[in-house]
Each structure stands twice: as C-alpha cells, then as structure tokens.
C-alpha cells in the first residue's frame, strides 16, 4: 500500500515527493508529459539558485532525477481517475492501477486543452472537460466526444448510457483504442454556434452537435476535481491551512489551488503539502477506524 | 537614491532581487560572507531543481550570479548600522554609506556569535549582542567588548560615554582598528559567573567584568532589529502579510522572520516582500508627504 500518490511531477510534485522521502515517507509520483512549465518556451530566470537561465523542461527533468536520487520511484503514466473505495485511493492509469492512502494533485493548470477556434468561447457553453460531471445535461443529444486514446475511451463510457448519437472526433490523430460509435479523424478546425456550442467543423465538413466533450490526453486538474467533488473556487481547488481539500486524505498543492503561478510557489507549497500529509498520515495510524 | 537595498545575499535576499527587477525596480543588494546557507557542511538535497546535491556556497554564488546577470548590483560589504533619517534609511558598511527608500533585512539568522563554554547560558544574563538596546543598564560598570574591527570599533562608541571601565577582547584576532581602551588579544576561553556574567577568561587569565557586548563581525540581524526598534517574538521579526516590519518601508524575509528555516521558504518569502515592497513604493509615490 502506498502511504501517498503524488499525481504530478512539476515543482510542487517533487518538492513534496523530497520532503516526504525526508520525513521517512516513500511517496509514489506519477507524472505525464505536458505540464504549463515543460511546455514554457522561454527559459526560467526568476527561479532562486541558477546562475544561467534555464529551460522549463530542463529543470522538470532535474527534479525527477533528484527525486530518483532519493529512491523516490517517479512512474511516467497518466492518471486517468481517481476513486474512493472503503477509505483508499484508487488511481487508474494508462498502464495500471494502483491505491494510495492519500493522494497529492499536483498536476499544475492546463492552460489550453483544444487549440482550436470557438473552444475558450464555448467553454461551459456547451464544451465539457468532464462526462461525469455534466453528461446528464445531455442525455438523448447529439454529443462529440474528443479525443484517440485511453482517456476519450474512459470518458466514452460514462456518456454512452445517456445517448446513442456519440461521434468521435480524434482531431486528426490515429485512433487507438476500439470504440463503438462513428469515428471522424479529420482535423477539427473550429466549434461553432451561437449562445452555446452547436456544430463542430473538421477539415471535411461541419457536423451539428449539442455538446462536445474534450478528453485529449489525461484529464485535467480540475476534471478530477470534480469527480471526485472536491470544492474549487474560480477555477482553483480549495485546499486548508494543510493543504488538504474538502475530501479527507486528498490533497492539493501547486498551481491547482491558485495563487501566484510561480516556480517558488509551488515548491513552497509542495513542502507544506507533505507536512500536511505527514501530520495526517500520523493522524490517521492512531485512529484507524473510520476517523 | 536606491528604491530598495536588500541586505543579505542569500536566498530570501536574492530572490526578492529578482523579482524586484523583473518589476522594473533596481534594488542594491548588500551581502557578506557569513550565513547560515553558506556555513552549513552537508549538500543541500531537499531543494527543488538539482539532480545533484549541491553545496550551500554554491547556491549563494550561483544565486548572487543570477542576480548580476540581471543588472544587480551586488556588494560585498558588511551593513553597521541602520539608521532612519527624514524618511529615508541611511545604511552604514564597512566601505561606505548609503541610502534608500526602503530596506529589505534578508541576513538570515546568526547561529552561533561566539563560540565559546558559557556564551549560550549566559546570553542576555550579562551578555548582550547590541550596545544601543542594552548598555544603558552598564552604566558605571566593568564592560569587555568582544571583536576586533569596525563593527567593535561602532558598538564601542556606543559604550564609551557610559563607564570608562571597558575592556576589548579580540579574542585571538589581530586588532583592527584603533580604541583608547585597554586590549586583551588572547583568545577567549569561556565565560563565567552565577546567575549572571561575572568573568571572561582568556587563555592568560581571568577578567572580571559585569557584561560583555559582543561585536564580532558585522551585527547580526536582531540587533538591527533591536536598533531600529522593530518588533520581535521569540527572537524573530515580526512582520504582516507583506512582509513590511512595524517600521514603515522596513521589510523582513527569509530566516529572520521566523518559520521553517527552508531555502524554499526563503525563496518565496523573497519573492512576497518583493510584491510588499513594490506595493509599498507605489503608494509612497502617489503620496509623497509624510504619508
């Protein structure tokens, strides 16, 4: 059993990861590749202690390598969801599946999650980064469901019992998993409508819809967010004094909760999480039934 | 003028240095060579952004570069003295004097200032670290001053009009400066008393005297605390959410308030009173009177 699932391997991630492996608690990190820092084309200059700028990228992979050092073991793998089953965490992945007494979201703001025009304008208008949360609103309509691989798969199976008019858009990429519903693989070039999202536009032709769901990748922060129900405000998950959200055992550090998008924010914040963490892991050995 | 001079070259100092610049704010940066970073032995490996450990010195130089490579300015000298003069604070070092708007204490804390048998029970029983706040009470009595340079020579002048009973004590060290007061150079073996300071003894002999000021090096950071009149608890600087001192302009980050004694949260203290201090330039332009 791990004793903490660190979801994220950016500078909140780790830092946690050190302070945790430090306090004699062996944290599991899982992190994917994207992440706002990996994907900041200008170098880092206002981070403390780096006489030469440096690359985001550059000190992502620092980071993991000093985890590593530690014997802190760092998964490359995608957290698809998150579940709650008779006190622990279960985390299905790309490749696995693996259960956490507690876990740490530590998976930065995805800045942008389609690229395409009409997407930051129909957002909450019709375009949906979470089927669980708002598939029910749709329930008998014409629904897109974005996305090729693992996740798109998941997020398929929560919307299929509500509708049989699913489309597939893959947005241009290969699909890579089975699915039983048509499957569109040209480019999407723009979603449309009016006061809400009504058509989306490939490369080959328009398609009207009455809602798209994105599920490129891996779920965003805040999609886990509200499946699980954790309390967010604008945007941001809410998180105490000890970093922990409104779901006992579940908490949050880094650019998820808000604040300063910042390198040093974020270390500092995953340095409080695992004393959060810590304090509540010593907590809950004391009082193991139900507390 | 100087808008800002930061004192202290560490990474509360240097972090607020950058972030002041990034700001369009050049601020002085004054630091010495002492610091707790910098006299620590083991690597530093809790740090978020190094696949290797690194050694606290290098951090301080790499930090102190990153500052230049900006278009800091980064003294090395020791600050004296810190005095307040028709709303502007006037810094004196050992090289020179300067001034600013406001001032930014990151010195860190001062571990250890004497390392002998004694110096620890007997401090603030008899042994003071600042001849401003305390030599008052020796009025008339037998005082030994501990140090060798200008920070001995300052705290001296401090001393002089109240006893002419005073003693210096280089402790081993070739004297400096030149004192109108008797001077002992053999090293300190410890100090003594009951249930408070009675002696000094050196390796040629016991002194009896009724304080000791010590004065070695430059003053450590609660003395320019206790100078100024800023307020303390339980040995650190009280400061409010941004990071400004019961003295207005007067900013406290790093060691020096309190906290978990973290590079990170050295880094991010930086980083906030750099936000305090730029808040608090604006707001003194807009009203420039005695507001």
């Known amino acids: 059993m791990n004793p903490v699932i660190i979801v994220g391997h950016g500078p909140a991630g780790i830092s946690a990861a050190i302070y945790l492996k430090r306090a004699g608690i062996t944290p599991l990190v899982i992190g994917k590749d994207a992440g706002a820092l990996k994907d900041y084309q200008d170098p880092v200059e206002n981070y403390y202690g780096f006489s030469s700028p440096v690359m985001g990228s550059f000190l992502i992979d620092s980071g993991v390598q000093q985890a590593k050092r530690l014997g802190i073991k760092v998964m490359h793998d995608a957290v698809l969801k ?68 693992r996740y798109m798969q998941s997020e398929l199976s929560e919307l299929a019992h509500l509708t049989d008019q699913i489309t597939i858009f893959t947005d241009g990429k290969p699909l890579e998993v089975d699915v039983n519903h048509p499957v569109i693989e040209s480019p999407i070039v723009r979603i449309g409508g009016d006061d809400r999202v009504r058509f989306v536009e490939t490369q080959e032709g328009v398609h009207q819809i009455d809602g798209v769901f994105v599920a490129i990748g891996a779920p965003s922060s805040i999609a886990f967010a509200s499946l699980l129900g954790i309390a967010t405000s604008n945007g941001n998950v809410d998180v105490d004094e000890h970093f922990m959200t409104n779901i006992p055992g579940l908490f949050a550090a880094g650019d998820i909760v808000g604040g300063k ?25 004391k009082a193991p039934s139900g507390d």
Chains 1, 2 share one sequence.
């Open 82 to 149: 998150i579940t709650l089953k008779n006190d622990l965490f279960v985390l299905d992945t790309l490749q696995t599946q693996v259960q956490a007494k507690t876990v740490l979201l530590a998976t930065g703001k995805t800045r942008k999650a389609l690229d395409v025009s009409g997407f930051s304008s129909f957002k909450g208008k019709g375009i949906s980064l979470c089927a669980m949360c708002d598939g029910y609103f749709y329930r008998g309509k014409r629904i897109a469901v974005v996305g090729s691989g």
């Open 261 to 285: 998008l910042q390198i040093a924010k974020a270390v500092y914040d995953g340095m409080l999480a695992a004393d959060g963490i810590r304090a509540y892991l010593k907590h809950k050995e």
